[in-house]
């Protein structure tokens, strides 16, 4: 009788794990509002599906493939997206709080309807682990405060740059706590960005724009800032910057 009961109670995993196409359906079903909270996704082709306004809550996306997938106004909190591809997503004011992205593909992420990024379709990122990631993204007005770029790659690739230059941007954006410890950030922008007690611990950031920045406290032991700029910036209580090779302007 246990035996039975065992069994009973444990239902396959592969029964809870839902296909694109089921996936597809719940949105064709409740546009705009589908609700995959918590649902196994992992691994799914969601090419090009519009989730705008979906709850994402602690689902389950490791892996995916969302390339050109709308996530506007989504509210992914706590979901693990770790290794998913969101080359072109959509995340105009997407909820991000406490997601995994841990080794995902960011590459030309859609932040804005016009050329600009703009406050009122701020994405947010609150202690979200974007570490090991590859990421090309304007993260410009977003609140990242307390995310995590361990070991991430944003470093621009100036050998490919035929149709302007294509970088990732926190222009005045929330990142007061951000760990980008062991990051690429060469020729990153911070311009006017809340960077309060962030870690900098040997990360690349040459030619990296601080301008205008506030760095209270923040920590660049070790990290490479040849050719950063830093004009304007408020730089007190920073650490590490003394004994970084090359300086800093």
Known sequence: ????????????????HLS???VRAVVVASP?????????????????????????????LSG????GVKLVGADLTGADLSGADLTFAW???????????????????????GMDNTQDQAAT?????LSDASITVNFSFDDLRGARFTHAHMTVDMRNQSMGLLRTAFESAKLDGADFTGAGLGHVTFRFAKLG???????????????????????????KVQDARFAGATMTGVTGLASAAGGAD
Do not use: C, E, Y
């Open 91 to 113: 995340i105009m004011r997407a909820n991000f709080t406490r997601a995994r992205l841990h080794g995902a593909t960011l590459q030309t992420v859609v932040t804005s309807t």
């Open 64 to 67: 995916a493939n969302l390339h």
């Open 197 to 223: 007690h962030a870690r900098f611990v040997d990360a690349d950031a040459r030619n990296a724009d601080f301008a205008g920045a506030d760095l209270t406290g923040a920590d660049f032991t070790g990290a």
């Open 125 to 129: 990122f609150v202690d979200a682990d």
């Open 20 to 22: 694109a196409d089921q």
């Open 1 to 16: 009788m246990l035996a039975a009961l065992v069994l009973w109670a444990a239902p396959s995993s592969a029964a809870d």
């Open 32 to 60: 705009g509002k589908a609700n995959l909270a918590g649902k196994d996704m992992s691994g799914a082709d969601l090419t090009g599906l519009d989730l705008s306004g979906a709850a994402l809550a602690g689902a389950n």
